[in-house]
């Protein structure tokens, strides 16, 4: 630090926690003098000696002030279950443990709604994009026949000179929709004729 930043930054000099501390004295002076000033700021705690311990872990600090403030809050949000058993949609008692088979190594058997339910619940609580060729592009154009394929076929969009309108998409597997275009991925495309004869896939 030169000579010309001298008196400029006090905290370089006095140390950190000298320097909140003349803060807050400064801050005190002013909420004092100005009513409007203390009533906006009668929510702000003051500066204690704990909250100035260099060693304190802030976090830990904010966890304590947020118990302390609401305790009560979790308290009311939460249900005591313990010694109750689990029911059905109806009510009835479930047993939640066990799983009706066909024999001591066989399969579930479908008319366990217990455990049918809980599989139910499980693989409906989210629907997932559909990931694979989810993200594509297209392009409309026109297929013209340029040779004569009738000894080797009867579709008419292949006979010579005909002309059909023709839509492809070009799609990546893995990417989601918004996904990147040019990572290392396996492309894939498909094509639609729209022809007198039909439309060709």
């Known amino acids: 630090m030169d000579a010309s930043s001298k008196g400029r930054y006090p905290f370089m000099e006095r140390g950190w926690v000298k320097q909140f501390q003349i803060l807050h004295r400064k801050m005190r002076t002013v909420v004092e003098l100005d009513p409007a ?3 906006n700021m009668l929510h702000i705690k ?25 305790p009560t809050k979790l308290q009311a949000a939460t249900v005591d279950t313990n010694g109750q058993i689990e029911t059905t949609d109806n009510g009835a008692p479930a047993n939640a443990s066990n799983s009706l088979r066909n024999g001591p190594r066989g399969y579930n058997l479908l008319e366990d ?36 394929w009738s000894n080797i076929t009867s579709a008419c969009w292949l006979q010579s000179g005909a002309v059909s309108e023709v ?34 896939d």
């Open 37 to 39: 000033i203390r009533r």
């Open 46 to 70: 003051p500066w204690t000696s704990r909250s100035m311990v260099p060693q304190q872990n802030i976090l830990e600090l904010c966890k304590i002030e947020r118990l302390e403030s609401t």
């Open 113 to 148: 709604v217990s455990v049918r339910k809980k599989m139910l619940h499980f693989d409906r609580e989210r629907a997932p994009e559909r990931v694979v060729h989810a993200l594509c592009h297209g392009a409309w154009g026109q297929f013209e026949s340029m040779g004569d």
């Open 167 to 200: 839509f492809t998409r070009f799609s990546v597997v893995v990417a989601s929709t918004g996904g990147s275009e040019v990572g290392r991925d396996t492309h894939g495309f498909a094509t639609k004729i729209y022809s007198q004869c039909g439309n060709q």
